[in-house]
């Protein structure tokens, strides 16, 4: 069955860190764009990063550069994001998605994916 399933969310003080894992199951990731989403509770969905297929490239929504980081793991058929410097503001149900593109870009936003994940919960709280 082809699926994407993160995991790695929980609860972390203001400051903390945290690494989400997106991982692929039926299909090679590395084929594949894969951006990571984010939406809490009465917001819209926001796009936070992405990583490319081809060339590695990557993204980062203003509100995580500097704080976040995207690698790939392709023996592990992996995305990951790495969150440094958690904030409140942080706190969300974040989801991974994959799409054939090449390049990451921010209009990686507005792609539409073939697969998506389930969402984990991530909570930045004192």
């Known amino acids: 069955q082809e699926q994407l399933v993160e995991s790695g969310g929980g609860l972390v003080q203001p400051g903390g860190s945290l690494r989400l894992s997106c991982v692929a199951s039926?299909?090679?990731?590395?084929?594949?764009?894969v951006g990571w989403f984010r939406q809490a509770p009465g917001k819209e969905r926001e796009g936070v990063s992405c990583?490319?297929?081809?060339?590695?490239?990557?993204y980062f929504a203003d509100s995580v550069k500097g704080r976040f980081t995207i690698s790939r793991d392709s023996a592990e058929n992996t995305v990951y994001l790495q969150m440094n410097g958690l904030k409140p503001e942080d706190t969300a149900v974040y989801y991974c998605?994959?799409?054939?593109?090449?390049?990451?870009?921010?209009?990686?936003?507005?792609?539409?994916?073939?697969?998506w994940g389930q969402g984990t919960q991530v909570t930045v709280s004192s």
């Open positions: 998605a994959a799409d054939t593109h090449y390049y990451c870009t921010a209009l990686f936003t507005g792609w539409v994916y073939d697969y």
């Open positions: 990583i490319g297929s081809g060339d590695g490239s990557t």
């Open positions: 039926g299909f090679f990731l590395e084929n594949y764009a």
